[in-house]
């Protein structure tokens, strides 16, 4: 398997030739030249696999030329009851007749983001032993994927972790996750700033082509291609857990930041998983409801992000939109770089309502936001219906997904997190403090270990250099 940019470049690398990095250097996002497809036939016969096994099937075909044997090594060590709380480790949860969540929160940092970062901790660690190498991962966090990312890097050897974070931005439970880990090789950097600028500075010492290549500086975002690809596993889990026969319609509703996650789904429906419709959720910062509504997509400014109650999705610039987009103009990568780079860069947006890919968006996509006041209303909704305690984020994705249900088609909704992370928000809705698990206890009362930062590029490159 071959990866391209989306910008064009079109030298031929593997997948151990794209892991540890993030941008290409064009600036564009890498994706391989083709999705292998599976039948239905492949399918029903993937229906009986345990989850280690599923992902390797999966996953295979996307990290040649690693051997057969390794692979399957990294997956069985990866996706045990041990750190997925069971040996479903993705676990179907009905709320009732036609909307489940698709549980994969149960990991250590009780957030989606471990089912793809702890695999990619060892695929780091495997790929630097072999080389003999270091890696410096830089980062940017919303309150999940940081968190996912330094538990699955500490300690490892050869890594270091610089994650960016808005400061003041995350709940309480998703800072003390961070800023209380006292491992030598993490490093928290809170940015006087919101997320989208934390993003902005990641992409900007990535396009320092120097400095990456002699700082050895890597990514853990979404922008990196293992993340998302690690991501797919678990939506053909979901479709056939819960689909009695193979090929019956089914829906994901997926709260969506950065557009990793839904981009997930997209991948996998190219794969030939029968995924009938995609429903986009996102909360007050509703840049991408609103393109999936007009053809429009026009990221916000600092000024105009909102700070939430579902904060891991305050984002106004969806990093993995750009490969969406590439996708369903053909893989033009000219006018993919033409609209992501000119367009958005000298106008601040771009318009393709009147572009026929557009009609084929709107068919594989529907979307909607939700705010604060209906995203109490679900969570104490579901509680009073269900007994089940959701999200804030997952609440997000039950509201929108209900504007959406069809006749017939069972909607599967992806849980965000487990409601521990956001125990203010569940006071508010229904006066009842989420249990949290053992391991969490008096988390907020830890000594906590970051640096502030103003929103400057290059005092970043000093910290990283000056600890490395």
Known sequence: MFYLSTRGEAAQRQFDDILLEGLAPDGGLYLPEHYPRFSLDDLRRLQTLSYPELAFEILQPYVEPMDAATLRALVRATYTAEVFGSAEVVRIKPLDARISLLGVSEGPTLAFKDMAMQLLGRLFEQALAKSGQELNI???????????????????????????????????????????????????????????????????????????????????????????????????????????????????????????????????????????????????????????????????????????????????????????????????????????????????????????????????????????????????????????????????????????LEPGVPMLVVETALPAKFSATLVEAIGQEPQRPAAAESLEQRPQKFVIMKPDVDALKAYIAEHV
């Open 138 to 404: 830089l980062g940017a966090t919303s309150g999940d994927t940081g968190s996912a990312a330094e538990y699955a890097m500490r300690g490892r050897r050869g890594i270091r972790v610089f994650m960016l974070s808005p400061f003041g931005k995350m709940s309480p439970f998703q800072t003390a996750q961070m800023y209380s880990l006292a491992d030598a090789n993490i490093h928290n950097i809170a940015v006087q700033d919101v997320f989208d600028t934390c993003q902005d500075m990641v992409k900007a010492v990535s396009s320092d082509l120097n400095f990456k290549r002699t700082k050895r500086i890597g990514t853990i975002n979404s922008i990196n291609w293992a993340r998302v690809v690690a991501q797919v596993v678990y939506y053909f889990a979901g479709y056939l857990r819960s689909v009695r026969g193979v090929g019956e319609p089914l829906s994901f509703a997926v709260p969506s930041g950065n557009f990793g996650n839904i981009l997930a789904a997209h991948v996998a429906r190219q794969m030939g998983l029968p995924i009938h419709r995609l429903v986009l959720a996102t909360n007050e910062n509703n840049v991408l409801d609103e393109f999936f509504r007009s053809g429009v997509y026009r990221p916000r400014g600092a000024a105009e992000t909102h700070h939430t109650s579902s904060p891991s999705m305050d984002i106004s610039k969806a990093s993995n939109f750009e490969r969406y987009v590439f996708d369903m103009l053909g893989r033009d990568s000219a006018r993919t770089r033409d609209l992501f780079e000119r367009q958005l860069g000298e106008q601040g947006h771009f318009d393709v309502s009147h572009d026929p890919a557009f009609s084929r968006m709107q068919a594989e996509i529907v979307s909607g936001h939700s705010n604060h006041a209906l995203r109490l209303q679900t969570i104490r909704e579901v509680w009073e219906r269900s007994s089940v305690m959701i999200d804030p984020h997952t609440a997000d994705g039950v509201a929108v997904a209900r504007a959406h």
